[in-house]
């Protein structure tokens, strides 16, 4: 196969103590990670001076559902930073990297989101990313007042209005709408401020926005997925897209399936980077490798296996179920079934035990797992980049900081040495650094 023209793009995302589910028990992790803005202050400026394009900081507004005996096990997102006051503050302490956070449609309102994250492009001279999603954690409708979430298709359908609302505010000012002379006395030109005045099933918005354009026109907009609803809002707005994809097939599919779907919004198949994630151990050779991941292994707890496949599973009740013992297809429930197989696909064996399920599945949370020397995984990284599967790569590490520094150390200088990514920033924003397009304001066009 021949080489691809241009190079990946590279995004971390940052779980607070790395995405292992027993990352928090590695020697190496930050144990208190989630409310130490010390330790993602040294995360982020390593991801910069690795010359990533962004950092990824996802969200939920409610504590993990499921059995406190098992969770007690496991303190990921338990307790952690609102992501949108953290990334303030690492927009203070960075100068090049991407700051991408997850902000919901369900639970917040398109005013609120839209002067967020206009004030963090402003903040951060135009690095601000706003991750879309729909809410799916059940315990946050009851922090709003709901005993259930929205349906589905209602979910979608508000998500749609409100990136819609969100956009409409951020073009509430042109460009060069303020003026600021003080001999004139003149602050702004009122011929270039622009009220919303919409009026939609889920919204009522007059607007103006009180801030300034975004320096970027808009934020860089990011979803996450792969279902059909999902690629029916993404074609529409997203410019970045994160997926779990495990084979270079299927995301060969889906990244074709993917860009072919922008056409149909009069958008060009450059204007969004698709970036499937990718859980990563590295070593300079493969025993010291496979050793540190089979290091992370022994450090998963059973009932936090249980609690973890549980979850994905639709919250089935795996207490029944010995470590060795296979899981009965009879216990899943059928709209999870699919989840299921591709669960057991993981591990490479035909008849898995629930050991086998949760160790395969825990040591990525559903991501792609490369374990390896720096050249056998950018080999991986190459092949997917070149088959048009991917446009780069939203990278996991098991453990922060170690993970980090292992792939920015490793890894790294072999993508450069190929010539398959930068030796330094291209651009001051997020936009001008992924190669999208500035947005023309919708009242210029």
């Known amino acids: 196969m021949t080489n691809r023209v241009g190079q990946l793009r590279l995004g971390a995302f940052f779980h607070p103590t790395g995405n292992h589910i027993a990352s928090w028990l590695h020697k190496g992790a930050a144990i208190d990670a989630g409310t130490n803005f010390e330790h993602y202050k040294q995360i ?21 559902n499921g059995r ?26 960075t100068r090049h990297i991407g700051l991408v956070s997850t902000a919901t449609t369900s639970y917040n309102e398109p005013y609120h989101v839209a002067r967020r994250y206009a004030s963090l492009d402003h903040i951060s001279h135009g690095r601000a990313g706003w991750n879309v999603v729909t809410s799916s954690n059940f315990s946050e409708s009851k922090n709003f007042g709901r005993e259930e979430h929205l349906l589905h298709d209602e979910k979608y359908d508000r998500a749609e209005e409100f990136v819609e609302v969100v956009k409409k505010l951020w073009d509430s000012w042109d460009d060069d709408a303020f003026i600021r002379d003080r001999k004139t006395a003149i602050y702004f030109d009122p011929e270039k401020i622009h009220e919303a005045n919409h009026v939609g099933p889920n919204f009522k918005v007059k607007g103006p926005l009180n801030v300034a354009r975004p320096p970027q026109g808009y934020p860089v907009i990011a979803q996450a997925g792969r279902s059909p609803e999902f690629m029916s809002l993404a074609s529409k707005h997203a410019e970045v897209i994160f997926t779990a994809q495990h084979d270079v097939e299927r995301a060969n599919q889906f990244y074709e399936q993917m860009k072919s779907k922008l056409a ?42 249980r609690e973890v496949l549980s979850n994905e599973l639709g919250n089935v009740d795996l207490s029944v179920i010995g470590p060795d013992e296979e899981v009965p297809i009879s216990l899943i429930p059928e ?39 720096p050249h056998s995984i950018v080999d991986e990284m190459q092949a997917w980049f070149n088959a048009y599967a991917a446009d780069g790569f939203l990278v996991h590490p098991s453990v922060l900081p170690e993970g980090l520094a292992d792939f ?15 030796q330094d920033y291209e651009g001051q924003t997020l936009r001008e650094n992924l190669g999208l397009a500035r947005p023309v304001s919708q009242y210029a066009r």
């Open 44 to 64: 982020a400026l390593m991801a910069e001076e690795g010359k990533f394009d962004l950092i990824f900081l996802a969200d939920a507004l409610a504590t993990r």
């Open 68 to 93: 406190l005996g098992a969770l007690k096990r496991w303190p990921q997102y338990m307790a952690y930073f609102d992501p949108q006051t953290l990334m303030s503050g690492l927009a203070a302490v």
């Open 264 to 305: 149909e919004h009069g958008r060009e198949r450059d204007d969004m980077k698709i970036m499937p994630g990718l859980n990563v151990v590295v070593a300079p050779t493969h025993k010291e490798a496979e050793d540190k991941y089979a290091y992370l292994q022994s450090l998963i707890h059973p009932d936090v296996g």
């Open 335 to 373: 709209a999870r079934r699919t989840t299921f197989e591709r669960m057991k696909s993981l591990t490479g064996k035909a008849a898995p035990t629930l050991s086998d399920l949760y160790r395969a599945f825990g040591s990525a949370r559903g991501q792609r797992p490369l374990v390896g020397t």
């Open 408 to 422: 920015c150390d490793l890894i790294i200088p072999e993508l450069q040495s190929r010539g398959l990514f930068r």
